[in-house]
């Protein structure tokens, strides 16, 4: 199914900080090319470096389309969004892939240095955990550079344990979470945000295939 057809789901429906934007979350589309890019040249260099690991000032054309020109069964992302002077501007992104043995996808989520501390990636793994289990998978799973103790420390939060298996290069962990169960602070966001929050779940059961139709040939990026 095409992301084209998704419309944007307004995930706050709480009283936010005065220079907070409503913030959206749907999934990425072709044309978020040029916003994504500004999104990325806006990343602290750590931040890049700790996203991608490497250091970058912004993607390739080439690294632009395969992020941006998905298909949303093999390869799912989510963005987050906020208007700023008319404009849409990207503040957070996820994603992840589908592995070859059918039943793993590898994620990877970033957020704004700017907009950090506000639940933005709680949402977005949120997203990632409900379309892995509507999809048939079983487990994401993630590479962290050892140093990024802020993502660890997240993704334990998130139900994430690490591992050593897979053959990882010195300094990079492996953090990995069974998508069989609801994300722990996806429970917490459904409090916060009531009928914003159901109405991503009802959003993400209705347009993401089924495990019989997803398509698993791995494409990496």
Not at 35 to 59: G, I
Not at 67 to 96: C, N, P
Not at 145 to 167: D, V
Request: charged share 25%.
């Amino acid at each position: 199914m095409s992301a084209l057809l998704t419309p944007a789901i307004d995930l706050f429906s709480t009283p936010k900080p005065d220079r907070i934007a409503p913030v959206a979350l749907r999934q990425i589309r072709p044309d978020d090319a040029p916003a994504l890019q500004a999104f990325v040249r806006a990343l602290s260099p750590a931040s890049r470096r700790l996203r991608f690991h490497m250091a970058l000032n912004e993607l390739t054309e080439s690294g632009l389309r395969a992020l941006t020109r998905v298909d949303q069964r093999v390869h799912v992302a989510f963005v987050l969004t906020t208007r700023e002077r008319g404009s849409e501007r990207i503040v957070g992104e996820a994603r992840y892939v589908v592995s070859c043995d059918k039943e793993t996808a590898e994620f990877a989520i970033v957020v704004d240095d700017e907009f950090r501390g506000l639940g933005l990636a709680q949402r977005l793994m949120g997203a990632l955990v409900s379309a892995a289990r509507a999809a048939g998978l079983r487990w994401l799973v993630g590479e962290v550079l050892a140093g990024n103790a802020r993502m660890l420390a997240f993704a334990r939060r998130c139900g994430f344990a690490e591992t050593t298996r897979g053959g990882l290069e010195p300094g990079v962990v492996r953090v990995e979470r069974c998508v069989d169960r609801p994300l722990p602070v996806a429970q917490a966001a459904a409090s916060c945000t009531g009928v914003g929050y159901r109405r991503v779940r009802r959003l993400l059961a209705a347009l993401l295939p089924s495990p019989r139709q997803a398509v698993f040939d791995f494409q990496p990026f």
